[in-house]
């Protein structure tokens, strides 16, 4: 069967394969369109096999909120390099799968993973692994988190790098996305001092005691620095212990507090977090080809 232009150009805008890759496909399927665009697949899915052990710290963070503002989900998907986060290919992915979150409130990663990224469509493992086979890059859906309340929930996403959602009681959707850009740029621990763990302070103290003693001073008043430093520490990890990031004179305890508002919870996440990143280094390298000639 003659293989004509226009079924390479079908092909193409299917599959995302490039044109060489189609002609060849639809040669060996006989010109069947069909088979030719399971074959690439296959293709593709054999490529991001191999792949899938490469280091993906670049991306996006994406939010994705309900119209009435009840609901929201934060997720991260991974790739490479910036530069492909920023094509649009992989950036409607990205978008897709924050709205599947939003609408199907998936149990866990892997629940998300198996799950339709279009209704009716492949999953969003198997789209995943197309995106792998057409941008020549590893890519993950990395975490996620959704967030349902009856009270008032604030969004900031800053750039792509960095999304934070904060559920409040009382207060107003303003009040609420400014903490939400105060967490981001203080990065809190934990809502309060209630929610600091013992095992926490306990090592902070013991860090502190032994950094006083070597000053010589009497025990009592080690245990009094030493008590203050406690102090410090738990403003500085704690939301409403921290001094508002636009308004430093005032903490966030006072804020909510004037507007009769309190934090229930936060969820800060950022891009790459975690994740071991290979450090390049371009002179060792060459100094190590040339060694190796």
Not at 95 to 100: H, I, M, P
Not at 160 to 171: D, K
Not at 190 to 217: L, N
């Amino acid at each position: 069967m003659s293989i004509t232009a226009g079924m390479v150009k079908e092909l193409r805008e299917r599959t995302g394969s490039g044109m060489m890759e189609c002609k060849k496909a639809l040669v060996e399927a006989n010109g069947d369109m069909e088979v030719a665009v399971e074959n690439l697949r296959k293709s593709g899915l054999a490529k991001a096999d191999k792949k899938a052990g490469r280091v993906a710290a670049e991306g996006l963070i994406i939010i994705e909120l309900s119209a009435d503002g009840k609901r929201a989900a934060v997720v991260e998907v991974n790739s490479e390099t910036d530069f492909v986060a920023k094509k649009d290919e992989f950036q409607s992915f990205a978008n897709k799968v924050a709205q599947r979150i939003l609408k199907s409130s998936p149990a866990s990663l892997e629940a998300l993973l198996d799950m339709p990224l279009d209704d009716g469509g492949v999953s969003v493992d198997e789209a995943r692994k197309e995106m792998i086979a057409k941008l020549g890059e590893n890519m993950n859906v990395r975490r996620f988190t959704l967030v349902e309340t009856n009270g008032v929930l604030g969004a900031y996403l800053h750039g792509s790098r960095i999304g934070v959602l904060v559920e409040m009681q009382g207060g107003n959707e303003e009040l609420a996305k400014d903490i939400a850009m105060h967490v981001a740029a203080s990065r809190p621990v934990c809502v309060s001092e209630d929610e600091v763990s013992a095992e926490m302070i306990q090592k902070e103290r013991e860090i502190f005691a032994a950094q006083a003693e070597q000053s010589g001073k009497p025990a009592d008043i080690i245990s009094k620095m030493v008590d203050g430093r406690i102090k410090k520490f738990l403003a500085e990890v704690t939301l409403v212990g921290q001094p508002f990031v636009k308004d430093p004179d005032t903490t966030v305890a006072q804020l909510l507090s004037k507007a009769g508002a309190k934090v229930i919870s936060f969820q800060r996440m950022e891009l790459g977090e975690g994740i071991e990143k290979k450090v390049e280094n371009f002179a060792e390298e060459v100094a190590a080809q040339a060694r190796g000639k």
